[in-house]
């Protein structure tokens, strides 16, 4: 049997990867949950969008800070463990919500509770997104990326809208119940999941144990700066970050605030626009195969800023789901296109510290920018934030065009001189 067999072969009768495939939907289906009810919660006991941008911001910075350390985890144990241990924290800590709140709102919680399962979190994605190299052959990454991706965004599609009838029948805490329960069926799928080993990769000595966690750290970060092309899109998602980071909680604070929406039009209007990313999901692939990356990269930037700035134009429900979606769609789209190429040109050995250097970087301005978007959301309101933060996503997209970026196209593998660099620095 010829090595491409497996290219041809479909995904979905890839058994490893459907277990796999199963394990994160199901994390994601939990994920979704939690994605509106912990700005409902803290919206119904504060009614403070800037509170809602505090605990955003507060989290945030506990997931950058464990992205410092999470390559480093990632590239000297075995990632499905890590992924596992990761559910299970997450598993107990979201518990205690429900069960706190039974004597009423306990705010400090979610600043304790939320921060630790950001980092955990963070954790989790990194082994998550450096797993997929070792589920599927690297010419199927992008293929693979494009359905779990896909995946997840159906998972949001329905999550949000049951999240909200949750919310408006039970409560938002209820709903985070779920969100707990799902981290223990996310650990059990990923027990039956099998990884290869990793490739050895020229330059590769499995020396990662002697050396500190700074310079481990550090050689993710200078990989980076040697491939213009991450390089570039590590300076530019920065910026985005720092745009976007609060847009969920300016999102439902102008749902609920502004259009007068009660919890469950929250969780429709989140639930049909990730009807988008489900689009862009799909759409990634083909659309990378025909424009290249560069192309694909800049107008998925490009689209988000337009869709915030129309999102603060527009005052109807329907319309800014429907500019939600667009900008989700969009997002999944760039997002998709940059994960996919840090997997395709990094060393296996490598992988994991080069995907936290590169989310350490481009989140550090996050929970920065969610505390000044909401703050401003709260004292000049929805619409100046988003038209600022609309027209700086414009910006970045536009800006990829006198970057590296746009001459980036079908990238070529990771040039073996790039590896015994990458590996010198290491060892420096």
Known sequence: MSHADPVRRPLWRDRNFGAYWVAQSLSAAGDSFAYIA??????????????MGLLTAAAGAASVGAGIFGGILVDRYDRRTLMIAADLARL???????????GGPQIWLLFVVLPICEAAGMVFQVAAVTAVRNLVDRPRITEANGRLQATYAAAAVGGPLLAGVVSARFGPTAA??????????????????????????????????RESRLAEFLAGARFLW????????????????????????VLVYHVKHDLGGSDGTVGTVLGLAALGTIVGALLVAPLRRRRGFGITWIGA?????????????????????????????????GGICSMSLRQEITPDHLLGRVTSAFWSTHYSLGPAGAAVLTWVASRYGVTTVTLVAGAGCLLVGISGLFTPIRRAGSEPMVRRSEVQQAATSQAS
């Open 38 to 51: 912990v700005p409902l919660l803290v919206l119904h006991a504060t009614g403070s969008v800037a509170q």
């Open 92 to 102: 107990v800590l979201y518990s205690l919500i429900p069960l706190a709140w039974l």
């Open 176 to 209: 985070i119940a779920i969100n707990a329960a799902s981290f223990a069926l996310s650990a059990a799928g990923l027990w039956l999941v099998r990884l290869r080993r990793p490739d050895e990769d020229a330059g590769g000595d499995g020396a990662v144990g």
């Open 226 to 249: 040697h491939q213009p092309v991450l390089r570039s899109l590590t300076v530019l998602l920065s910026v985005f970050i720092f745009l976007t980071y609060g847009f969920t909680d």
């Open 301 to 333: 930037h490009t689209v988000c800023g337009l869709a915030i700035v129309g999102i603060g134009l527009v005052g109807d429900v329907r319309g800014v789901t429907v500019l939600t979606a667009v900008y989700l769609c969009g997002l999944s789209v």
